[in-house]
């Protein structure tokens, strides 16, 4: 129906209204469809209050601002009822990782204690290589050559390829 003004209403309407009517709602709106059914609310709100006894004297300015106050108010409902942005919905890749993600950690308690621990700490504790070399009072290359093994291992067990 997007075009056509129900037969009902043209007889009351002056076709320039109505064709100035959907310049400006497309320019309110986003589609096609909602400017039609914009044009539609407000001619019908028209009729509505023609037929209250209401005498409208200018009907183009009074259509105009009952279209632009029904566009308003329709972005005002059309905001609360939108869900929220798709781009925290989850996705399909971030099943797949979560999945690998479990599999790594199930893994994890297949590798030696000292690997394990060397791996727990700097990823779920967020100590980084350097504090671990202080803390256990050895060189910072030799807690990055432990790490890159255990790394290693953990690929392996898991069946991962390395990255480089």
């Known amino acids: ?3 056509e003004i129900p ?6 309407m002056d076709t320039t209204h109505l064709s100035r009517l959907r310049a400006r709602a497309r320019r309110l709106t986003r589609s096609p469809q909602d400017a039609e059914d914009l044009c539609h609310e407000v001619c019908l709100a028209f009729l509505e209050q023609e037929a209250l006894g ?4 200018r009907p183009l300015p009074y ?3 009952a279209l632009r106050h029904a566009a308003a108010a329709r972005s005002r ?3 609360r009822e939108t869900p929220m942005d798709t781009d925290h919905e989850p996705q399909v890749e971030d099943a797949a990782l979560a999945c690998l993600c479990s599999e ?3 893994h994890l308690d297949h590798l030696p204690a000292p690997d394990r621990a060397l ?3 700097v990823a779920f504790e967020g100590v ?3 504090e671990l070399a202080e803390e256990m009072e050895v060189p910072l290359g030799t807690i990055m050559s432990r790490l890159a093994r255990a790394r290693a291992r953990l690929r392996d067990v898991v069946g991962i390829a390395s990255v480089f």
Do not use: E
């Open 7 to 12: 037969a009902v209403i043209l007889p009351a």
């Open 1 to 3: 129906m997007v075009g």
């Open 104 to 106: 790594v950690l199930a």
């Open 128 to 130: 980084t290589p350097s």
């Open 63 to 65: 259509m105009m601002t």
């Open 119 to 121: 791996l727990r700490r």
């Open 77 to 79: 409902r059309m905001a």
């Open 54 to 57: 209401a005498r409208i004297a």
